[in-house]
Structures are given as structure tokens and as C-alpha cells.
């Protein structure tokens, strides 16, 4: 919808006529009339104080360029080059004679300029399309007119020099560049770009008359890792990175693509199995580097430009010295390539944003442990794991399917020691197709009896490994969060428990269990019956916490957390039966002494209480008590008596 007030600024600017608001309402109508002879009356709409096209918006001839440049780029991402070419040829086709040419004054100058640009952008696109397509020589006249008629579009002058060289016409090519190379001194002061002289340099080093079909041989970089043997499952996440691999973004925007999870979900597998299926559309290379996001000194984004450069053919002397220019050297050389990048096991996203290509006919495909929120990623994909009957045959793969011909029992009891995780169970496979000798019941019997999961490992692969990785990187604080929130052994737990634990503030725990989730160590069980969060261990991941929490002291942490439960249970208790509440909490006796809520000001836990109460009434009806007060209830100058299970059956 336009109002009037914007059809003013654009008809006349800061200086409109005293009469511009009537000389509006006056071309509008005369506009409709116009349309109504057409045949395509109730076009225009008015709404409140301003109109609206009520039409199909492709009847709009530039968001028609827009829609056919769109479907062209797709295209062109799956090879598609000689249809993408046809496709471009049909937007120019809609240009008629110079862009409004019926129309004059402050609207013409504002607007004229932006639909040359983009007519010349469609038109570059269309002829590199045919280009590629292998139809050099009969380009040649039409960039020759082109290139007189924008003597500074590099662009332009880039494609000229190609076609003259794939026509077999080496020197014509070397002229073109030095012709441009004039111009661009005389006008402007500057040469041309880095990518013109490379291209100029090669085609001088080159010295006969070959094809150019894609970049100087030598730089299309092929890195991607190989697949795995045999892939199973993860078809939903599969089919979402293909489509984004595959198509390109309608709004022009880069493609990014990121895959989550906790350490040996198998992130860097569906990563490399979905950059394997679809490399073939990125015929100017494939690049790959482990970020080692994980290790004690991450890769650093300035040595891994200068990696990919190198792949790219740039001269190791002519680097620039500094991340900014190293950034822009790449940005330079992706463009305008289709180009595949997987950056896998990132860290943070400093260290991704110097590494993403700016043209959308490449696609950059991430992975982390961590969610990387503040990443621009239209495609995220978090890995949880697998279903059981998946986890078999990624099981079976690896030992061999007789490995695991009958014995049911032993089989599942594996599948639940790794519990999902695509890299136990690759190594697990791995032990029981290179052991004869050991037994799947005795291997699932070592399994459930090792908590310091000393039996996933295999050659130099290790789930303890992985996990420290993950461990080691966390700061102090958020190390005792994880190891106290393990031995607690609860199956689910809120951040309430954690601040019982380490005598932290409600804001405090907050803030320490969303960074064990950030780096996906603790996951989301979904809201309580009190809407507030839960939280919960992957089995692998809180067996690795228990283990490292042995080597911690506990200190008043349990206790901590008892005290509150029961201060909490008495506040919900009291709450629904004021007048039954118990002498001792009504006065603050023996339980409010140290961590219990209401007198440590922690207000929270008091919603927490009341709360608490109100999912009790409404799971259970009014009047219900308490499960936890339903216990023998202390009275002033009486001992509490509390029941500390080894593993609660319900969460905190």
C-alpha cells in the first residue's frame, strides 16, 4: 500500500506543488480509466488515505524481471545453463525502449538509474549463462557494443575478454584488458581489479589458444572429505540441505546452511554426505577445513584465508598480510564462481564471518557444537539422536550384520549404552567386527558397567575424547555446574536446582545452564507443569559428567538442594491449606536456615512454589496435596526426617 504522502515524495521531492495532493487523486483516476479500457477494472484499490495494486504483482513488469531472474539462478545452481540463458533472455525482453519514458520530473531521475542497473546486472547474468554454455564466438559482437557503450563495467569487460579467448583470439583478449586498463587510469586513477589481473596473468602464462571453460586449470579445488561407506538415516535433514544446495535464494542472499549437536551426533557426516551428493553443481570447486572449534587453539579465520586462497591460485607472496584483506581477497575470487564450502567443528562466529563468500551462487555448509546464534543462517539443522532401529543398522554397518544374528538381549543393551550417538555406535561396531573373541554380552555387559566410557574407543577414535574436547573448553564455572547437576542424577532438573547447588542466584543459574545448552552438553526437556524449563542429559553425556564429577568435591550442594525442595513443598503446601501449614515453616524454623528461598530472597522460588501448586490443582483437581507433602509433616521443635533416593524418580 502507498500513501499518498509517499506518491508525493516520489512525483516531486522536497518541492511539490501547493495542488500535488489533488493532481494525484486526478492521475490515479485517470489511471484507472486507462485500465478499465484495458479490460483490468478494480486494479487500484483505496485504502485509508492511499491505494493499493490489487492485481497478481507479475503483472508488475520489473517484480516480473525479478521472479524470472530468480527461476534463471536456480537454474543456473543445477547446471541448467543453456535454460538459465533463455530464462535471462525473457526479462531483458521485457524491457521496452528507455525505463519510463512517459514520465518525467523527480520520479524519472530517482528511478531510471536503479532500472538500468538492474537492466545491466540481468544482462551481465544472461551472457556469462551463454557463455558457459559454449557460445564464445557468436558473443563477441554483443559484448564488443557493450563494453564501448559501459566503458568502466568490469564485468562486462571480463566476459569479453573470455569470449575473445575461447574464440581462439589471444591477442584480441590481451587488448581488451590493456584497453580497459587505459580507461580506468585515465578516468578513475586505479587498474583493474585483482581478478581481471589474474585472469589477464594466466591467459599471458597460458600461451595458446585452449578452451577457458572454467577458471585456470589448477584452481578448481576438489577438498571435500570422502562419504561414508554406507549412510543410514538423517533423511529429513538431508532433503532440507539439498534444496538449499540446489536452489538459489530468491532474495540474491548467500546460501548458509548450519548442523548442530552435541559432540559424535554426526554432524561432519551429514555435512560431507550432503556437500558429496550435489557437488556436481558446483563444478568451480569444493572447499573444506576443520575449524578444530573444539581444540585449545581453534584455527584462526586469517590462516584458513590464506589456505583457500592458495586453493584459489593466489600467489602465496601476493597475500595481503591482514584478516581484512585476506577477507576481502576471498570474497573477491568466489565471485562471481559457484563454489561448495563446508567449515566444519566451528567455534564461534568470529571465526565463520571472514570465511562466507558474498556471491549467492555459492553455498556455505557449517557445523558446531555450538547453536552460534548470532550466525545469519536461513538453514539451521540440530542432530538429536538416533531412533533405535536406525541405531541397529549404523550398528550392523560397523560390526557386520552375523555380529549381531541373535542374542536380542545383549544387542539391546549395546543400543542403550550408546544411546543413539552415530560415533559410539560406529566404534562399538568397530570392536566387535575386529574381536572375534569378544562376545556382544560381554561387550553390552562392559558397556553398562563403564562409566568412564573407557570402552568407546577404537584406533583414534574415542567418545571420551570427543567429550572432553567439549568439557575442557568450558569455563570454571560452568565445569561445577555440569558435574553437580550430574551427580545429582535426576532425569530432568530446572535452573533452580543449579542455583541450590552452587549457591548462585536464580539469574546466575539461568545464564550457566542456557551455556551448557548453547554447546548442546544439556538439551531441552520442554516446560514443566509450571512453565518453567527443564533441562536433561543425553545418557552418554551425563555418564561423562558423573565420571568427571568424582574428582570434584560436592560440598553443600545436596544438601542445598534438599532443603529448598522441601521449602518448596511446604510453601505449595501452605498455599493450598493455609490453615494446616506447618508451625515451623510459617515462622522460618529449621528448614529456612541456609538455601531455603523465601528467606534467602531468592523470590523466584517462591513463583516456583506457587506455581507448582497451580499445575498440582489442575493435573490432579483442587485439594489435591502434594505428592512431597505427603510425607509426615514437621511441627516446631521436631527434626525434619527427608528421604534421599539414589536417582529421583520425577525431575527438579
Excluded at 558446531?368 to 533405535?388: E, K, Q
Aim: net charge positive; proline share 6%.
Amino acid at each position: 500500500m502507498l500513501s499518498v504522502e509517499s506518491l508525493i515524495d516520489a512525483f516531486w521531492g522536497e518541492l511539490p506543488p501547493a495542488t500535488a495532493r489533488e493532481q494525484v487523486h486526478n492521475q490515479v483516476s485517470r489511471l484507472r480509466r486507462v485500465l478499465r479500457e484495458c479490460g483490468q477494472p478494480d486494479v487500484i484499490d483505496t485504502v485509508g488515505a492511499g491505494y493499493r495494486l490489487a492485481s497478481d504483482p507479475n503483472c508488475v513488469d520489473v517484480v516480473a524481471v525479478h521472479t524470472l531472474r530468480a527461476k534463471a539462478r536456480a537454474m543456473r545452481v543445477r547446471g541448467e545453463l543453456a535454460e538459465s540463458a533463455a530464462v535471462l533472455r525473457g526479462a531483458l525482453a521485457v524491457w521496452t525502449g528507455v525505463p519510463l519514458g512517459g514520465v518525467t520530473g523527480h520520479l524519472a531521475t530517482t528511478e531510471v538509474g536503479t532500472l538500468e542497473e538492474l537492466r545491466l546486472a540481468v544482462t551481465e547474468e544472461c551472457l556469462d549463462a551463454e557463455l558457459e554454455s559454449g557460445r564464445a564466438k557468436e558473443l563477441v559482437p554483443e559484448l564488443t557494443a557493450l563494453a564501448k557503450e559501459h566503458p568502466l563495467c568490469e564485468p562486462l569487460h571480463r566476459l569479453r575478454m573470455l569470449a575473445l579467448y575461447r574464440s581462439g583470439r589471444l591477442a584480441d583478449a590481451l587488448a581488451a584488458f590493456g584497453e580497459l586498463q587505459t580507461t580506468l587510469r585515465e578516468e578513475l586513477g586505479v587498474d583493474p581489479s585483482p581478478q581481471l589481473r589474474n585472469l589477464h596473468a594466466w591467459m599471458l602464462r597460458a600461451g595458446s589458444v585452449e578452451r577457458l571453460s572454467r577458471p585456470p586449470p589448477g584452481v578448481v579445488p576438489a577438498q571435500l572429505p570422502p562419504r561414508l561407506r554406507h549412510f543410514v538415516g538423517r533423511e529429513a535433514e538431508l532433503a532440507r540441505l539439498r534444496q538449499l544446495l540446489a536452489e538459489a535464494d530468491p532474495t540474491g542472499a548467500p546460501r548458509v546452511a548450519l548442523v548442530t549437536g552435541m559432540a559424535g551426533i554426526g554432524k561432519t557426516s551429514v555435512a560431507i554426505h550432503a556437500a558429496g551428493a550435489v557437488q556436481d553443481l558446483y563444478p568451480d570447486g569444493q572447499l573444506y577445513v576443520d575449524l578444530r572449534g573444539c581444540d585449545a587453539r581453534p584455527l584462526h579465520p586469517s590462516a584458513v584465508l590464506a589456505d583457500f586462497l592458495r586453493a584459489l591460485g593466489a600467489e602465496v607472496a601476493t597475500l595481503p598480510a591482514d584478516l581484512a584483506g585476506r577477507a576481502a581477497e576471498f570474497r573477491t575470487r568466489t565471485t562471481p564462481r559457484r563454489l561448495l564450502i563446508l567449515l566444519d567443528n566451528a567455534a564461534d562466529e568470529a571465526q565463520i564471518e571472514p570465511l562466507l563468500p558474498a556471491d549467492p551462487a555459492c553455498a556455505t555448509l557449517i557445523t558446531s557444537r555450538s547453536v552460534l546464534a548470532g550466525l545469519d543462517a536461513p538453514v539451521r539443522i540440530a542432530l538429536a539422536p538416533m531412533a533405535d532401529d536406525l541405531a541397529r543398522r549404523v550398528l550392523a554397518d560397523a560390526a557386520g550384520c552375523r555380529r549381531l544374528d541373535g542374542d536380542d538381549g545383549a544387542v539391546r543393551q549395546i543400543l542403550r549404552a550408546c544411546a543413539g550417538m552415530p560415533l559410539a555406535l560406529r566404534i562399538v561396531g568397530a570392536r566387535l567386527a575386529t574381536s572375534p573373541e569378544l562376545s556382544r554380552a560381554t561387550l553390552g555387559a562392559q558397556l553398562s558397567a563403564d562409566r568412564s566410557l573407557n570402552q568407546m574407543a577404537a584406533g583414534n577414535k574415542s567418545v571420551l575424547a570427543s567429550l572432553d574436547a567439549s568439557y575442557l573448553r568450558l569455563p570454571t564455572l560452568q565445569q561445577h555446574a555440569l558435574c553437580a547437576l550430574a551427580r545429582l542424577r535426576a532425569p530432568v532438573f530446572g535452573s533452580w536446582v543449579l542455583a541450590a547447588c552452587l549457591d548462585i542466584s536464580m539469574s546466575e543459574a539461568d545464564q550457566v545452564i542456557a551455556d551448557l545448552a548453547r554447546v548442546n552438553l544439556v538439551e531441552p526437556a520442554g516446560p514443566s507443569s509450571v512453565a518453567e524449563l527443564r533441562y536433561r542429559f543425553h545418557d552418554v553425556v551425563g555418564a561423562y559428567a558423573l565420571a568427571q564429577s568424582d574428582r570434584m568435591d560436592a560440598g553443600d550442594g545436596p544438601r542445598r538442594v534438599t532443603e529448598w525442595a522441601i521449602a518448596l513443598s511446604a510453601l505449595a503446601h501452605s498455599t493450598a491449606r493455609p490453615e494446616r501449614a506447618p508451625t515451623e515453616a510459617a515462622n522460618g524454623g529449621a528448614g529456612s536456615a541456609g538455601g531455603q528461598p523465601a528467606r534467602s530472597g531468592h523470590r523466584r522460588a517462591e513463583k516456583l512454589g506457587r506455581r507448582a501448586l497451580a499445575g498440582t490443582r489442575r493435573d490432579h483437581g483442587r485439594g489435591h496435596r502434594p505428592r512431597r507433602c505427603r510425607r509426615r509433616r514437621a511441627t516446631a521443635g521436631q527434626p525434619r526426617h527427608v528421604h534421599r533416593p539414589s536417582r529421583p524418580a520425577g525431575g527438579l
